[in-house]
């Protein structure tokens, strides 16, 4: 599976925006998928991840502020982003995994990563 994100921008705090991440080969639908982020000088972290079956689950900081979701018939992951922080400031990821996890937050869990886009935030 290929994955390309993009979206990525600039946006005053407060401001949304709407990240994609196209995949192809492989059964996409299936696989579960994820959004990780990775600011500068620090490791890359989980954000949000959805399932198969578009059952969501989000870390917090970005709980009510953060909506995954997946259109199967386009092979296409979404990340909308809204009330945004300059502390969400970080180059974001999207990710795949073709088998079941029970630890979906886990960067390593994924097998297949997309190339990332930046999001910068001002203040």
């Known amino acids: 599976v290929q994955l390309q994100a993009s979206g990525g921008g600039l946006v005053q705090a407060g401001g949304s925006l709407r990240l994609s991440c196209a995949a192809s080969?492989?059964?996409?639908?299936?696989?579960?998928a994820g959004w990780f982020r990775q600011a500068p000088g620090k490791k890359r972290v989980f954000v949000g991840t959805?399932?198969?079956?578009?059952?969501?689950y989000y870390t917090d900081s970005v709980k009510g502020r953060f909506t995954i979701s997946r259109d199967n018939a386009k092979n296409t992951l979404y990340l909308q982003m809204n009330s945004l922080k300059p502390e969400d400031t970080a180059v974001y990821y999207c990710?795949?995994?073709?088998?079941?996890?029970?630890?979906?937050?886990?960067?390593?869990?994924?097998?297949?990563w997309g190339q990332g886009t930046q999001v910068t935030v001002s203040s």
């Open positions: 080969g492989g059964t996409f639908s299936s696989y579960r």
């Open positions: 990710a795949a995994r073709s088998k079941y996890t029970t630890r979906p937050y886990w960067l390593d869990e994924y097998d297949y």
């Open positions: 959805i399932s198969g079956s578009r059952s969501t």
